[in-house]
Structures are given as C-alpha cells and as structure tokens.
C-alpha cells in the first residue's frame, strides 16, 4: 500500500484511484483543510466583539477532544485580562413559568439601555428531554437577532459538572468580548441551581401567581438563594392573584435567615407578554450591585466563587486521576464483590484500594 | 539523669526518688498498666453479647488516634461474618416531636417481643448545641436499663462525615453483638438525614400533627426518603387534629414518584406517652421486610449501601491525601491568590496544582 492509499481522497477502499488526479492539487486542498483558526486569531476576534469568533471559542471550550483543551486553556488565559467587567444573573424557575419569554423581554430591555446581553444556558437535562434547545432559541426569536444580544445554548449530553465548568469559562469568554450583562438561565431542577448559583452575582427565582411552592416544585433550598422572586404573568385576569401571590412570598421571605450580602430578597411582578415590570427589576439589581459593591460583598462573593471552582475541579480532577487507573479498575470490582458479598468491610476496602494507588 | 527518672512514678520533676521504692514493684505496676485489652478480646466479648466490650469496641472505632486505627479495623474485619443479620431503622424528626420518648417507647416494646434493640445516633451538632447526649441518655431511662437494649450516643465535636463513618461501622459491631434492631437516630437538621438513609433499611419520619412541613422545617427531600411518616403525640385532645394531619399527608405522599423498593410509604399515628401505636409500626416494619426480601431489592439496596460507602471513603481520603500534602498547602496559598486576582482561571490553577500533586 502506497502512502496514497492512505489519503482521506480515497473514498471507497479497494477502488483503485485514477492516476489522473494531480498530486499538486490534492496537496493543496489537504493544505486549506489544515488551514485552522489559531488561539490568537479567536482572541483577537472576541476582543474585536466578534460574535463568530465568540462562538467557535465556545465551541473550542466544550469540546471533549483532549487535543482541544491546551488551545481552549490559552484563549481563556489570553481573555482573563478583559473579563469580569459584567454583572452576572442567574435564573430559574419550573417549566412553564415563561422563562424564555421573560428573557426575551428582560434582554430586549437591557439592549435599550445600550447593555451588551448574553445569554447561557445550563440543561444538562437537554439531551433527555429534548427540544429545549432549539425550542428556547425560536422562543427567543427577537433577542437572538438583536446586535447587542447573544444567546448560546448548553452543550446537550454533557454531565452537570461539565456543563457548569464549560458555562463557567464562557461567561469569562462573554465578558471579554464586550458583554455586561450576562444572563445564565437553567431549568428548575435538580441540582442545577446550585451550579449557577455559584457562578452569578445575583439569583432570580421566576414565580407564577396561584400555584402553591409545593406544586410549583420549588424547595425550600432554591428559594433561599434567590435574591428575588419574580412573579410572571402578572397580567390580564391574572394581575389580582399575583398581588396576592407577592403578598405571600413576601412574608415567607421574612422568615429567611438574613444574607451575608446585606441584600433583603424582595418580591415583585412582572409580564414578560406585555412586557412590564423590567426597568423595575433592572433598577432593583442595579441596586443590589451598588449595595454589594460599597459593602465589599460583590468582589468578596466573586473571589469565593473562583476559589469554589478552583477546589471542584482539584477534586473532580482527583477522582478521574483515580478510577480511571487501569490497575484500580481491575481491583475495584474484586474489591466491591468481597465488600457486597460481606467478606470485608467497605472502609478495608477503600483502604486497600488506596494502598494499591498511592503505592503505584 | 539514670533511667528510673524517665519513670512514671517519678512524680515531681526534680525531687529524688527516696531508695526504697522496690524495683520489683514499680515494674509489677508498669507490667499490669500495659495490660491492654487485645483485638481478640474485645471481638470474642462481642461475639459472647458483652455490652461492655462492645463499648469499648465502639470507642475503639470512634478514636482518631491513628494508632487505634489498625486495632479497630481487625476487629470490625473479624465482626463482619456475624454482621448484616438485622433490620436497621432510621428515625428522624425535628427537634420536639418526640424523638427520644418514641424510641424508648419502640425499643421497650421490641423487647417484649425477644428482640435486641441497639440505638445508635448521628448528631455531629451535639458539640455546638450541647446537653442533647445526656439529655437522650436520661430521656430513655427505661431503655437504658433494659438488659436487651443498648444506646450509644455519637461522638461529639466530630464531622458529620466522621460520625457518619463511626456510626456505620459501629452498626457492623451491634450486629456482632446480637442486636437484632438497630435504630440510628438523627435530628431532623441539616445533611445527617441523607447520611442516616444511607446506612439504613427501613426510615421513618416523625411528625407533630397540626404544624405544617414547612412550619416543622421538613424537607421535601426528607419526605421523599421515608418509608413511613408517623405522627406522633397522638393523643387526649391531640387526636382529631393527628388524623386529619394523617389524611393530609397521605395525599402528599401520593405525588411522590413510586420507589425502587415497591413499598408504598404510609403515614400512621401512634403516641409514643401512651405507647400506642408502636405494635402496628412493627407489624409494617415487618411486611416492608418481607416484601423487599422477596423482591429482592432487601439485599440489592445493602448491597448499593456498602459499594457507597467504599466510594465516599476513597473520595474523602483522596482529597485528604491532596490537601494535606506540603508541597500543595504552599502552592495552594499563590495560586489562590493568583485567581483571586484575575491572572488565571480558576481551571488553569486547578491544573497548575494537579500537575504539581501528580509530579511528585
């Protein structure tokens, strides 16, 4: 076999090639294929507010290719400088409380006010449930054609903790390229909300009128992270029982210990439909961050946030490190068989386990 | 300085021994001293049902002298054989509705019926909120006496993930010792509930009538755990108000998701004062039992309990490992810094130390 053969030119194995296809021009369009963007030119596209340049660095970052990750690691290092220049939101709510529809709304304010607003989501669920995605993205159909607006959905199929990280390393990419509001949205379940909670400035709980906490899924945990609760739909017919609503969500919120932003939670409506109540909501987070900034919440909150990723990944890096040593492999089965069948004891186990790596 | 001053009972510094001290004697003292019960006794007490040397087993492995370690996992390994042949029940419940006068109630009637009761308790707050031992130890005065029963209180001051550990391997020595019902108890704050049902066969909730989950600080989460919500105090003008409350939660526990187990949790009353109530418990506690030993998920859930348990133990010690290692408690400090100042990603750190960690 020549090393022609092995050219990707040769579409069907076992047909030999005509010699007529010239050796020069198949160099050359190998040449063009290989022709790839470079971690300085997707910098200086993104400090250029390049949304494409944006996009294929995202697109770099959630990458699983290993051979991604170096080149992912110098764009983000190269952006560091020019990050952190935003305020960050984080929102949740349940399916059906009209979250896309209030941050088309919400975005479509914010771009009025000459803000730069991009959009991230975390729905590890996606890839499951299916359609999310593409269903936000029409949803959002004036935001996503705004100038000023970005809107970029999660990478589907991906774990929670993946997810978050690739979220967490987009927003500084976001930043760097000249957005100031950024949007993190996530669907109200699970442990998601923890997740973007611990990546935003500040967390908004969107509410709909009627419907108790408990059928509305919300725990009690979510509820204490917010710093508001924005009840939607307050509109039409409506309008009555979401001032009730507030009424009620308000005195729950009393019974919440105090938080260590010096920020009281507050409740208020909104109507994504006919648009009310946003320039209401961007006043109170505009309040918010000069609240936390003059009491040195907002930096401190941010370097505790960095300093609680920085840990994650030692610790998810350390685990990896472990269970995918081959020799731990091969002995973890035996181990958990001895231990499920009550001939040792999980925490000997573990320990056996533990000799055998740090042996190695 | 000879050396009989480096002896024991050389008891002021500085003052000479008078001659007279017969050096057949002090080494007759120093001999009996070092008499320290061995392995083999304390695992051939437990095996003859001896309370004391399951004590002082338990205190064995609740000790954080490294020295103590060895001791403590030959005799759990030699336990083991004679372990996993009893029911485990965990009860939780907020503080107040009666978590202490039920279990005495519980254990004194199992006793009745030729059972073994051990209790054992999760409660790594007792350090912090104090008395909560002593008070749970004069609180079961009649259990406490009972020669059938056994109560062991946790150790104190220690992190949940330490007593959690203790409390499951001092599970594996009651059973040694024949306790066939081994009740863990919880209070009804915080992460010990998830620690408790992992560890556990059968958990019951305890419940007040007339205050709502929310008012009684439940979890949804902790709803959702239990095999049987019971509410307690049922009784003089309290049981109209408990059947109602009964009522109510038997519809909530309809819009839980059905278990793994096939059990459908029930709600019940009982009045742990009046001793009512505790033989219908037992009689479900029984039939939860026989179900999940003929459906097999009995066996399968102790078997997901231990391989948990061997998971969390490796993942604590590796973290461990990593973080009290000098090398990395230097770096940690700079690289912190140096994400706290922007320079790098908190990922870029992360590998910054790993790399670090993996070199040496």
């Not at 004036?142 to 690739?166: D, F, H, M």
């Not at 409506?238 to 919120?253: F, M, P």
């Not at 930096?299 to 990723?309: A, D, F, L, P, S």
Request: charged share 20%.
């Amino acid at each position: 076999m020549d090393q022609q053969s092995f050219s990707a030119l040769n579409e069907r194995d076992g047909v030999n090639k005509p010699n007529h296809i010239s050796t020069q021009a198949s160099n050359q369009i190998k040449k063009m294929r290989r022709k790839i963007i470079t971690a300085e030119d997707l910098v200086a596209g993104i400090l250029n507010q390049d949304k494409v340049a944006l996009s294929r660095a995202i697109t770099l970052v959630e990458s699983t290719n290993n051979n991604h990750t170096e080149k992912a690691n110098q764009v983000i290092q190269a952006c560091m400088p020019y990050a952190n220049q935003s305020i960050r939101i984080g929102i949740t709510g349940v399916p059906g409380v009209g979250k896309s529809t209030f941050i088309e709304a919400f975005g479509s304010y914010l771009t009025t006010l000459g803000k730069k607003v991009a959009v991230l989501a975390i729905d590890p669920s996606s890839s499951i449930s299916g359609g999310s995605i593409l269903g936000d993205k029409t949803r959002m159909e004036e935001l996503v054609k705004n100038p000023n607006a970005y809107i970029r959905p999660s990478a589907s199929g991906e774990s929670l903790g993946g997810v978050a990280r690739k979220t967490r390393e987009s927003i500084i990419l976001c930043e760097a390229c000249g957005f100031d509001v950024i949007i993190i949205e996530t669907v109200g379940v699970g442990q998601s909300e923890t997740a973007v909670h611990s990546m935003v400035d500040f967390f908004l709980l969107l509410n709909l009128a009627g419907a108790g906490d408990e059928l509305q899924g919300i725990k009690r945990g979510i509820m204490e992270m917010a710093d508001a609760i924005v009840i939607n739909k307050a509109d039409g017919d409506n309008v009555k029982r979401a001032r009730i609503a507030k009424l009620d969500i308000q005195r729950a919120l009393h019974l919440f210990p105090e938080k260590k932003s010096g920020w009281a939670p507050t409740a208020s409506l909104c109507s994504a439909l006919e648009q009310k109540g946003m320039k209401e909501l961007w006043q109170m987070i505009t309040e918010f961050e000069t609240l936390t900034k003059q009491n040195g919440y907002f930096e401190q909150h941010r370097k505790q946030q960095t300093t609680h990723w920085m840990l994650e990944t030692i610790n998810e890096q350390l685990k990896n490190n472990f269970y995918d040593n081959p020799t731990i492999q091969a002995e973890l089965e035996k181990q958990k068989n001895s231990v499920n069948n009550n001939e040792i004891s999980p925490f000997k186990a573990a320990q056996n386990l533990l000799d055998l790596y740090f042996k190695a």
